[in-house]
Nanobody, 128 residues
Framework: QVQLVESGGGLVQAGGSLRLSCAAS????????MGWFRQAPGKEREFVAAVTWSDGNAYYAADVQGRCTISKDTAKRAVHLQMNSLKPEDTAVYYC?????????????????????WGQGTQVTVSS
């Protein structure tokens, strides 16, 4: 496992933008993937976006496709989520996640159990 620290949440009006960042720490870091999940009050945690570390392929949930861009910074052990055209229904706590064991064999990228490391979460609130 690795330690993950998120930043960049906040309050924004509908139609606005936010950029979330997540930095990983630990002795070694060569994950299979890093991603973002979110959890709204009374709802289950759900997949938002992820990127596989070896090839940089990005994956998105259907309801954020076209509005969000995930990117990685290998040198800084970081992943970023640029969110545009935000909607009130995007309001949630956003969690960074990492599958830290590495390797390139397939694991389902949008499934919570794939990930073994989680950040503490950052609140995103979108007002209408």
């Amino acid at each position: 496992q690795v330690q993950l620290v998120e930043s960049g949440g906040g309050l924004v009006q509908a139609g606005g933008s936010l950029r979330l960042s997540c930095a990983a720490s630990g002795r070694t870091f060569s994950p299979y993937a890093m991603g973002w999940f979110r959890q709204a009050p009374g709802k289950e945690r759900e997949f938002v976006a992820a990127v596989t570390w070896s090839d940089g392929n990005a994956y998105y949930a259907a309801d954020v496709q076209g509005r969000c861009t995930i990117s990685k910074d290998t040198a800084k052990r970081a992943v970023h989520l640029q969110m545009n055209s935000l909607k009130p229904e995007d309001t949630a706590v956003y969690y960074c996640a990492a599958e830290s064991s590495g390797g390139t064999y397939y694991r389902p990228i949008s499934v919570l159990r794939t990930y073994d490391s989680w950040g503490q979460g950052t609140q995103v609130t979108v007002s209408s």
